[in-house]
């Protein structure tokens, strides 16, 4: 991975955990300053000591940021101080997502859907929103985190595949708006990486979908990581982590879907029958 980010700044939202984390450590690596971005106050000290610590030089700044960025008034006020005070971005990666709602649809409350699509949709638009302006004069980079499942679809995940779906269109639409402002965006469709999202999600996932998740593999979040910063260096627009996940994912558009619904459902079918019998 050769190519330097000195004197380049980047915020990255849900950089104090998982895939934003490793994210912030390549970067840092490569010379960045970054400022990580998350609720917790104290899980964000953590990963600046840590980002610290793979640094190339004392004289990168490393800084954290508290805030929610389902929160707009919140986000608007706190990024414009961030601004004022390190610079406009010029990579703005939108990690931050939750999926607290993985569950059979029909456990899934009004408050439940309504929180996943808040902190995942809203809360990359407004940041976003907030740094557009500030990112213009640098042609800063959008690093969009959707999901595999915005791809495929998954047993129990209607409330984050909607939120992660709804990315791609936004992405798909933005990316119209950036290019004449020669502003590259890149939209990533991770499958399962190994995080706490999954260990939160793991509570309430139904057996049918860790089935048909076991398909798509687990990576690390180091190599997920590496993967989107080569889609950063090279500024794609796609970037689908994993081999096996783009293996899958040329299937599904090659048989228009057919394919991947074919031997979801069978892989689905199975995983109710273990259910069905197994004792008491
Ligand atoms: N892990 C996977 O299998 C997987 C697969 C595909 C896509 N993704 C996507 O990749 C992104 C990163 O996921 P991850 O697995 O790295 O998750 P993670 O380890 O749980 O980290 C999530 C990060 O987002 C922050 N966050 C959550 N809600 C927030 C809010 N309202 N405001 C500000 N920050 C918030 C968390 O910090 P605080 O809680 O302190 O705020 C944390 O820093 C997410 O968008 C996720 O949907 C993950």
Redesign the pocket.
Known sequence: MPKSFKNKTAYI????????LALAKILATLGADILL????AQ?LQAAQRTVERTRQSDRQRIATLS????NHVQVYEKMRAAVADFGAPDILIL?????TAADHFENITPEMFTEVMN??VN?VRTPIHALLGPMKAKRGHVVI?S??AALFGMFGYTAYAASKGALMGFAESLRYELAPLKMPLTVVF????D????ETEAKTLPPQARAVKNMGGLLT?EFTAKEIVRAIQKKSYWCVPGRRTRFLYLMHRLSNGFLSRTVTDLVIRRAIGNETAKPG
């Not at 939202?13 to 934003?20: F, H, K, L, M």
């Not at 971005?37 to 917790?40: C, D, E, K, Q």
């Not at 991770?190 to 990486?193: D, L, Q, S, T, Y």
């Open positions: 939202t849900g950089g104090s955990s998982g895939i934003g971005v998350a609720r917790s899980r805030l929610d960025v389902s990690s931050a997502g939750i999926n902190v995942n809360g985190l999901s595999a991770p499958p399962e990486v995080t706490p999202m999954n979040p």
